[in-house]
């Protein structure tokens, strides 16, 4: 059967990858939130955030990739909400292929798609003056980065997608995770905030991982924040995938 | 192997919570035969096929499916039926012959192109395969739901409510798709709510009521469960949907209808 993983998996990816070519507003829409944001915060309330001499675009960019991401991943659950709910799962499920072939289909067209919208938003930035001397190595790195993140909070809509009862529910939960990144490193330094604030902001992954890409654009020394963001991203990856596993168990037979 | 048995049930029982679904159900369907399984909503029906199809696992009982336990050969058996559930299960977003198109890869077999363009032409959908399903009709989605299911010709399909919230015509032109299916010997089994069509395309029937068989074999098998026939007099008026049929002038339909 093992054979099979890839063949049904590409078969169900390009499947999606086609509903994606069909309604690419579910990429606009992606992005549009996080471009408003930068927009927003670059050109209203930057002027008022002092970041130590740089750029704002510069400094604000890699949280504004995260909200990106979190953003994105409810479609993903939001499309696989609509293949359970519909009787879709049901034929698959009856029919001989693999068992995790139908949760991977979704799973990369879920990279697929929020990759797109990074690199949509990467240009936004560009045009409103972002700059990085960032070689191929460190470009890299934030795209390893983006794509541990990016397949993290993918497994973790997998379990809305495939619990949800109303189309809500599968939306709602992505909310906090839009908003973790406005209690962290993302948008302003984290000593400007009072103490427990301050500690909570420093001790959430979105900090760490904001820091990483921040030096890697930076041409800094990444220093002990790269590990702990990659700690959070395969930590949080490992956990959401065995709790998607275990509710996608639960649900067949 | 003359008498060839596609589906063997014995003592199946399932709850969810304290409610019990089955109580002990035992079914027997010779291959190659239309079997209907009668009952009202809520009577077990879909529970039934959904555990035939390898959806849900039984509390107690075995069932096998063209000689695989539906527990322990889940592979096998779901290599040997096809589903078509209450709710047309197709791809909106997709055209239909993408649909069909997927279905075949999915099965891994040659040709899915090929494929997908004679089932276009046998369910009469050549001219819609290239429209997006989510422009079809609900006749049109049914017809290609079960086209998706015929896909390597799998012998035995389970049909859950085929033919509910169907028009007249359409439910007429799935009654005989499926008569043609018995015809090239797959099995069907269907679940309905409607007495004519269980009495229109089955070839035994069996009454699922309160999670138990209360009456199962042919038609005419049942029919002695009564006193004889008593003969009267009344005069032939034509139904409802008679009348309904000659009117919007669907040859095919008021031939069937004439029929009945």
Known sequence: ?253 | MTTKTAIEIVGLTKSYGDHAVLKGVDLSVPAGTIFALLGSNGAGKTTAVKILSTLLKADGGTAAVDGHDVATEPDQVRAAISLTGQFAAVDEILTGRENLVLVAQLRRLDGPGAIADSLLERFGLTEAGGKRVATYSGGMRRRLDIAMSLIGDPPVLFLDEPTTGLDPQSRIEVWKTVQELAGRGTTVLLTTQYLDEAEHLADRIAVLHEGRIIADGTLAELKQLLPPAKVEYVEKQPSLEDIFLAIVGHDDAAHQGAQR
């Open chain 1, 1 to 253: 059967m093992t054979t099979y993983v890839f063949h049904d998996t590409d078969v169900l990816l390009k499947r999606s990858l086609r509903h994606i070519l069909r309604s690419p507003d579910t990429i606009i829409t992606t992005a549009i939130t996080p471009i408003a944001m930068l927009l927003l915060f670059v050109y209203v309330f930057g002027g008022a955030i002092d970041v130590g001499g740089a750029s704002y675009v510069n400094y604000l960019l890699p949280g504004i990739l995260l909200i990106t991401v979190a953003s994105g991943i409810a479609y993903t659950a939001f499309r696989l909400f609509t293949d359970v709910s519909g009787g879709i799962f049901e034929r698959f499920q009856s029919m001989p292929i693999t068992r995790s072939a139908f949760l991977w289909g979704h799973v990369l067209t879920s990279v697929v798609a929020n990759l797109t919208s990074l690199v949509l938003v990467v240009l936004v930035a560009l045009a409103m003056g972002f700059r990085t001397g960032a070689g191929v190595l460190a470009w890299l790195a934030v795209l390893g980065i983006m794509l541990l993140f990016t397949l993290a909070l993918t497994w973790l809509a997998v379990i809305p997608g495939l619990t949800a009862k109303t189309v809500d529910g599968v939306s709602g939960f992505s909310y906090p995770l839009i908003f973790l990144p406005f209690v962290s490193s993302a948008f302003v330094p984290t000593e400007s905030m009072p103490g427990p604030v301050q500690w909570f902001a420093e001790h959430q992954p979105v900090t760490s991982i904001v820091n990483t890409i921040r030096s890697l654009f930076e041409q800094q020394p990444v220093g002990s924040d790269g590990w702990i963001a990659l700690a959070w991203c395969v930590g949080l990856l490992l956990v959401a995938y065995a709790l998607a596993m275990r509710t996608y168990r639960s649900k067949l037979a």
